[in-house]
């Protein structure tokens, strides 16, 4: 399960977009000692006709780019398989001037034995970042059967930050605190921290909302109670909101634009920049010609229809993506 190169796999993805590339954007390296932090789920596991039809992925990776200060350094993916984990790298790498791998490759399909699903991936840039250990996948059990979370340790090329990375994809389900008592102390665990160089981050779909109470889907107050699961990130084990910590006044805007977050980054060490992609379904013309315009993309099978226009170039999933940029804890005089 070592790197796997995006090359060899992509034959559709070269067919159909081969003539829509631009110039790769210039975005510079992160500076040493920091990474670029990218979480996102994309709709790309559970429906092959999707996946073989893979425009939201390029428009994902022309948007990330647009929206980032610095290349992105490391991908945490949700909601993908083989082939949209390799459609990624190859995308990420024709919208920049860096070349991306699979760090972490999830199965041919996210269905795995005794009912489990996997469907987590992880994506680095090989220029800025190396695999130091291949990972491999944590599982969590619920009521609806278990689910495996990618999780591997990179490392930067120059700088020598270490980052040990989770992509989660919890389930939805009532047994929330289980899986955050597995989840929450894993990296640290996993891999113990050799030097003050060591920033984990755990980041993903966790399928439940920060605040406690009120309407689960569509509020989330900058000073709200926090349910149990965030604070045992937060509180026991130190981790950081990226979001809450460098760019909280998103969080009333959130209210504003669309539901509350369930798309989280959470890093020790120093949070220097982070923010989601808040508002990207409001370019559209309305929430019903967003709902359409996901039909296109997703279900390209069950309609003569193809997106154009805005839609085919604009939509990527049904999620926002959240970026962070993290370094190593301030030394301690």
Known sequence: MGAATAS?????????????????????????????????????????????????????????????PYAPDILLLQEVREKSTHNVAQFMSEETEYTYEVAVEPPVHPWIPEGAKNDTGIVYNTDTMHVEDDGGFMR????????????????????????PALSIHWPHGSDVMERAKKTAPFLLDKYPSPSDQNVPVIAGDFNVKRCHGGDSWKWEARDCEPNKWYSLFTQKYNYSDVVLTSNPQEIPRAQELERARIDFIFAQGRIFDGASDLGWKSEFESR??????????????????????FCKTAFYTDHRFVWGLVGAPEDEE
């Open 8 to 68: 060899g796999l992509l034959a559709t993805a070269d067919s159909v977009l081969a003539n829509e590339q631009e110039e790769p954007s210039a975005l510079n390296e992160s500076p040493p000692g920091k990474a670029l932090i990218v979480d996102a789920n994309l709709l790309e596991a559970f429906r092959k006709p999707d996946v073989e039809h893979p425009q939201d992925m390029r428009n994902f990776a022309r948007r990330l780019v647009s929206k980032v």
């Open 140 to 163: 969590t059990t619920s009521g609806n059967g278990g689910k495996d979370h990618a999780y591997a340790l990179l490392k930067e090329n120059r700088g020598g930050l270490r980052v």
């Open 288 to 309: 019903e010609a967003f709902k359409e315009c996901k039909r296109l993309h997703t279900y390209p099978d069950e309609t003569e229809e193809e997106p154009t226009g």
